[in-house]
C-alpha cells in the first residue's frame, strides 16, 4: 500500500510511499496519532542524495517484519531535511548534544509532544562494531516506554530544558573590525593545507565561502598571502578528482585531503557557491583555468540541473547502476584503463590514462579510478585533450544516470541566480544571465505567490506547503540583487526589499540577533537559531549580506541598522572558528569597505556598466540605466547626470562621492578595491 506519503512534493519522502512503513509527514495529525494510540514517535530525517538513508531504508524501512513492529508500537515520521530544515536543525542539535556527532540518515524517539529522548543516525539490520541492530533499538525503545515511562519523560523534559538555555545572544557588541579580521586570518593560516590547498585533513570541503572572503580581503588590504590561499586552493580543487573532469561541476567533498576521491553527490548550493567563486577568482587574478570552471560549472548547472520550469533541482545522487546492474557509488563517474581503450583506441587511451591520472591499480574501489589532471606542468596538445574529453563525455552519457532531486529549494536557486547572472555578465554569455532570470521569475510566480512570504520548495511548478526560513530570504535577496545589477531592472531590487522587510519584521530578535523561522512560524522545542555557515551561508550571515547591500542602493537606515547589528556574531565568532563563519567574514568585508556605491548613467551593457561590474571593492553594489526613467528603476541613479553627453559613473562610499568620471580606465582604478 501507498502510505501518506505519496501526496507529499519532496523526492525524498516520495522514495518511500510505497514501504510496508506506515509513514506520516510531519505534521499536528502525526503527533495526535501517537497521543491517542499512547506510542512514541519515530522521526527519521534524511535527504534524497543522502547514500545512508538509502542503504537503511533499503535494509530496515523495506522490511516487512521490521515495518509491522514499528507500525505496531510507534508512530513513524519522515522528513525531508532540505523542505524542513528548521526540524531537522533542531533535533540535530539535540543528537550532536548527546551523542558529540550528527549525520544522516538521523533517528529520533519523541514523545507525542514532540519532545526527544533517544537518538542515533544510522542502524544496521544486524548489531555490528558495538552497535545494536535497528530492531534492538525499536525493542528496548517500546519497552522503556512502556515499563519506564517516568524515565523517558524525565530525559526528555531535560534535553527540552537544555537545549532552550541555549538560546544565542547576538554574539558580540558592535561589528567586525581589524582586530577581528586579522585574527580570522591567523586562525586560517594555521589550518590551511600548504602542501594541497582547502583547511583541515579529511573529508575535506570546498570552502568557497572563506575563498570569497580571502578575495574580498586581498582586494581592500593587498594581503598576498590572502590570495595565495585562495587561488592554490581553487586550482588543486580545479586539478583533484572533486572536479568532475568531464562534465564540469563539483562533488559534494573529499573523503581525502588530496581531493582525489570524492563524495560524488553533486549538490546545487556547492556548484552555485563554487562557480561564482571562480568567476571572482578570474576577476581577481585573469586566471584562464578559474574562468574554465567558472563556465563550466555554470554549463553544467543549467544542463543537468535546470527544470522544464527554469528553477534548479536541488542534487543528483552519488550512486548509479554499474555494468553489472548493481546500485553503487560513483559508477556514472569513474573509468578503469581497459574502459578508456575501449571508448578511444590504445594510442588516446593511453593518452587519456596519463593524463586524467588512471592507473590499473585504480584510486577508487575495484580497480576504478576518479579522473584528475595531475600536478605536472607538462606542455599538453590542447586540441587532442578537447577530443578526447568529448569522445569520453559522450561515451559517458550512455551510462545509466544518478537519480536526480528534482525539487527547487529556494535558497539554493538565490545562490545559483547570483553565480549566472555574474558569470554570464563576465565572460559575455546572455543565455547564463537569461538562465538566471528564469529562475528568479519562477521563484516570483510559484514560491512568492500573493502575500509576499516565501515558500520553501516547489516541484514540477507547483509550490510546496513548507514556509521559507530565513536564508530562503537572505539567499534569494541576494540573488535578486546580482540580477539587478547585471540587467539594470529595477524590479529585481524592488522584490528583493519586499524580501528583506519580511526579515526585519519576522526574523529579528532584540540586540540584531536573527532565527532561522519567522515569528509566525510553526514552534517547535526550541526556535533555531545557528549562525555559523557550513555547507551554505547561514541565514543570518546571508541576511546580514542582503541587508548591507540593499541599504546601499537606496539610502535605508534601517536595512543597514540591521545589517551591522547581525554582524555582531561575526565579531564573536571570526577569531574563533574562522572556517565556519566564511560568509560572515565577506560581509564584514564589505562593511569595511563601505561598501561602494557605483551609479552609472550609461546603457546597460556598455562598457562603463562592465567595467563596473568587474570591479574588486568587496561587496561594492552597481546600477546602471539610462534616460529619465532610471532613477525610478534605481534610486542610486537619482540626480546623476551625463557629463558632456558621455556615459559617466559615480562611485560613492560613507556618504562621499568621487568627482564623476566618462573614462573606465579611470573608473576601474576606483573600483579595484
Known sequence: ?????????????????????????????????????????????????????????????????????????????????????????????????????????????????????????????????????????????????????????????????????????????????????????????????????????????????????????????????????????????????????????FARYSVDREWVVPHFEKMLYDNALLCRVYAHLWRTTGSAEARRIALETADFMVRELRTAEGGFASAL?????????????????????????????????????????????????????????????????????????????????????????????????????????ETGAYFDRPDLVERAAEAADLLVRVHLGEVARLTRTSKDGRAGTNAGVLEDYGDVAEGFLALAAVTGEGAWLEFAGFLLDVVLEQFTGEGGQLYDTAHEAEKLIRRPQDPTDSATPAGWTAAAGALLSYAAYTGSEAHRTAAEGALGVVKALAPRAPRFIGWGLAVAEALLDGPREVAVAGPVGGELHRTALLGRAPGAVVAAGEGPGAGAEFPLLVD??????????????????????????????????
Not at 175 to 203: C, K, M, N, S, W
Not at 318 to 326: H, I, L, N, P, V
Not at 656 to 671: F, M, Y
Request: with cysteine; hydrophobic share 40%; glycine share 10%.
Open 317 to 421: 545522487d552519488a550512486d548509479s547502476e554499474d555494468r553489472q546492474g548493481k546500485h553503487v557509488e560513483g559508477a556514472f563517474y569513474v573509468w578503469t584503463p581497459a574502459q578508456l581503450r575501449e571508448v578511444l583506441g590504445e594510442e588516446d587511451g593511453a593518452f587519456a590514462a596519463a593524463y586524467f591520472g588512471v592507473t590499473e591499480e585504480g584510486t577508487f574501489e575495484e580497480g576504478a579510478s576518479v579522473l584528475q589532471l595531475s600536478g605536472e606542468a607538462r606542455p599538453v596538445d590542447a586540441g587532442r585533450v578537447a577530443d578526447v574529453r568529448a569522445r569520453l563525455l559522450a561515451a559517458r552519457e550512455e551510462r545509466p544516470r544518478p537519480g536526480r532531486d528534482d525539487k527547487v529549494v529556494a535558497a539554493w536557486n538565490g545562490l545559483a541566480i547570483a553565480a549566472l547572472a
Open 1 to 249: 500500500m501507498a502510505n501518506r506519503l505519496a501526496q507529499t512534493t519532496s523526492p525524498y519522502l516520495l522514495q518511500h510511499a510505497d514501504n510496508p512503513v506506515d509513514w506520516w509527514p510531519w505534521s499536528p495529525e502525526a503527533f495526535e496519532e501517537a497521543r491517542k494510540r499512547d506510542v512514541p514517535v519515530l522521526l527519521s530525517v534524511g535527504y534524497a542524495s543522502c547514500h545512508w538513508c538509502h542503504v537503511m531504508a533499503h535494509e530496515s524501512f523495506e522490511d516487512e517484519s521490521v515495518a509491522a513492529y514499528l507500525n505496531e508500537r510507534f508512530v513513524a515520521v519522515k522528513v525531508d531535511r532540505e523542505e524542513r530544515p528548521d526540524v531537522d536543525a533542531v533535533y540535530m542539535e539535540a543528537v550532536q548534544a548527546a551523542t558529540g556527532h550528527g549525520g544522516w540518515p538521523m533517528t529520533v524517539f519523541l514523545t507525542p509532544d514532540a519532545e526527544p529522548f533517544y537518538f542515533g543516525t544510522y542502524f544496521p539490520p544486524e548489531p555490528r562494531h558495538g552497535s545494536p541492530s535497528f530492531q534492538q533499538v525499536l525493542e528496548g525503545v517500546s519497552a522503556a516506554w512502556t515499563d519506564r515511562r517516568e524515565e523517558v519523560a524525565e530525559v526528555a523534559g531535560r534535553i527540552v530544558a537544555d537545549l532552550a538555555g541555549r538560546s544565542l545572544a547576538h554574539g558580540g557588541e558592535g561589528v567586525p573590525g581589524e582586530a577581528e579580521i586579522a585574527q580570522a586570518l591567523l586562525g586560517l593560516t594555521r589550518e590551511y593545507d600548504e602542501q594541497h590547498g582547502g583547511f583541515g585533513g579529511a573529508p575535506k570541503f570546498p570552502p568557497a565561502m572563506v575563498v570569497e572572503f580571502l578575495l574580498r580581503h586581498y582586494a581592500r588590504t593587498g594581503s598576498e598571502g590572502a590570495l595565495q590561499m585562495a587561488a592554490d586552493t581553487c586550482s588543486a580543487m580545479a586539478r583533484g578528482g572533486i572536479y568532475d573532469q568531464l562534465g564540469g561541476g
Open 640 to 673: 546623476r547626470p551625463l557629463v558632456g553627453g558621455e556615459p559617466t559613473a559615480y562611485v560613492c562610499r560613507h556618504f562621499v562621492c568621487d568627482a564623476p568620471t566618462t573614462d573606465a580606465g579611470e573608473l576601474a582604478g576606483k573600483l579595484g578595491g
